[in-house]
């Protein structure tokens, strides 16, 4: 009996420690084993969707040691998710799901409601309404009674790459939908005033849709359904302007419930957004940008898109005269570049002149240099981007230090990391920048771990030796080539006649 107690004990203390995670592992937001790691400015590591609704929230959460973490800039850390997913293998335990965005938003809201009463004072970026903490995202701001404009407030000057709601969503307080429920306008009668002939009845629904759907998710999903959207499609072309916009408008909201995007591309309902995004009603048109950015974030929507003919129109809208379509459409472009068709199609339609354009004019640099970061990752964009420049200019704006932020520096330093795969060619280019002196006075200011590491690759790539160079005195070679140039002379005149 005393030996099966020991045994017994033996067992229990060589099996606990590998069924406890190591600190590094866990997230320190929601406490959750990782399984989407992420590098945020800073140099700490979360889970992606805590990091998120961090954002969404404007919620600056204060870690065990006292240190604030920067989310200006997001990385995957591909590296611990791997070591993470061996650790749970050899450990005899199922691989960790992605925390979804919005049990992270719920946890985050848990974490401002106790630093709010431990601190009535602190600024977290909510109001209190009726003991309800009503959401005012860090990246909007109201510019009307049903339009939101994209503004930075208290943030980084360049954006969030991974932002999960459009510019053009705004989350208004419960009194604007206070009167309104699922119940009150069925589904069968939203269907019929959308589908009637008069113009009044179809406006009203739709104008009673968004407002539905702008701050309840739950109606998002039960209004999401392939009548509706079969109504809504043949709306959102509209030659009225109200009945266009708020159709859009619409499908911002639906949109921003991960459950619905792949089912709204599969409806059909990107085709006559993308129509609006080229010609629609101006206003109309910051929310076709909107809905393609929302979609755009589902791993299975980003070929589609691009399949549809979504990429055109959105490099086009880069040059637009509204703020809220440059800057959605950019997001747009960095969600669907990760795939590797759709940056293919990109270069071919000649993307890379115009955005590399846009960073030596100092417009949208933050954003646009995350496209161009993805683009690099590619042969076919790395080599257009060698082509038009790109080492020259991102080695320039970097000695200069003409950047706004460490955010945009990093940004600078991993698109010349991807370029640094082009071989000699990148060597020669560089080096007639001067690349090794611009990166070796910065390399000590890089503030992410990350970033020093992208430099010393980059610096390796430019002092090494190729193994096809030779050691050859080129003075001696040249003199070899003259002497028997004269010689040649010699021979070719003596052949001639007198």
Not at 233 to 256: D, E, F, G, H, P
Request: with cysteine; proline share 5%.
């Amino acid at each position: 009996m005393g030996g099966s107690g020991k045994h017994r004990w033996k067992i229990s203390f060589h099996r606990s420690p590998k069924q406890i995670p190591p600190k590094e592992f866990i997230c320190p937001i929601s406490g959750f084993l990782m399984a989407d790691p992420v590098i945020v400015s800073s140099g700490h590591t979360f889970e992606r969707n805590s990091v998120n609704a961090c954002k969404s929230l404007n919620f600056d959460p204060i870690l065990s040691d006292g240190s604030i973490p920067d989310f200006s800039t997001v990385i995957p850390n591909l590296a611990l998710k791997s070591t993470i997913f061996k650790w749970c293998t050899s450990s005899l335990l199922n691989p960790p799901k992605p925390l979804d965005f919005y049990s992270a938003e719920k946890l985050v809201r848990t974490l401002i409601s106790a630093a709010s009463q431990k601190n009535p004072k602190t600024q977290l970026g909510f109001a209190a309404e009726k003991n309800e903490l009503i959401r005012i995202p860090s990246h909007l701001s109201t510019s009307s009674e049903e339009s939101v404009t994209a503004a930075v407030v208290n943030g980084p000057a360049t954006p969030f790459p991974l932002t999960t709601r459009p510019s053009c969503y705004s989350s208004s307080s419960s009194s604007d939908t206070e009167n309104l429920s699922f119940h009150s306008l069925e589904e069968d009668e939203f269907v019929a005033k959308l589908k009637i002939s008069q113009v009044f009845e179809q406006e009203e629904a739709v104008i009673s849709l968004r407002k539905l759907t702008r701050t309840r998710e739950e109606s998002r999903v039960q209004l999401c359904t392939s009548r509706i959207l079969s109504a809504l499609r043949s709306l959102i072309t509209s030659r009225y302007a109200s009945i266009q916009v708020n159709s859009v408008a619409v499908l911002v909201n639906l949109s921003l419930e991960n459950e619905n995007k792949v089912k709204m591309v599969r409806s059909g309902i990107v085709p006559p957004v993308i129509d609006v995004l080229r010609g629609g009603f101006p206003e109309a048109q910051d929310h076709a940008a909107g809905v393609l950015f929302s979609l755009a974030l589902d791993d299975q929507n980003k070929t589609a898109i691009g399949v549809l003919g979504a990429l055109p129109p959105l490099v086009h809208s880069l040059r637009s005269d509204s703020e809220r379509t440059r800057h959605d459409s950019a997001l747009a472009l960095y969600h669907l570049s990760l795939v590797q068709s759709n940056r293919v199609k990109l270069v071919k339609l000649g993307s890379v002149h115009v955005l590399l354009g846009m960073v030596k004019s100092g417009h949208m640099v933050g954003r646009v240099l995350l496209v161009l970061c993805n683009l690099a990752a590619s042969l076919e964009g790395r080599t257009a981007m060698l082509d038009g420049g790109a080492v020259e200019c991102f080695l320039g704006i970097l000695n200069r230090g003409d950047f706004d932020s460490d955010s945009t520096r990093e940004s600078l330093v991993l698109g010349l990391y991807g370029l640094s795969y082009g071989g000699l060619r990148f060597k020669g280019l560089a080096k007639e920048a001067n690349g090794e002196l611009v990166l070796r006075k910065m390399e000590d200011d890089i503030l992410s771990e990350r970033g020093r590491a992208k430099v010393r690759r980059i610096l390796e790539v430019l002092t090494e030796k190729d193994e096809e160079e030779e050691e050859v005195d080129w003075e001696e070679l040249l003199n070899s080539d003259n002497e028997m140039s004269s010689k040649a002379t010699s021979i070719s005149s003596k052949g001639k006649p007198g």
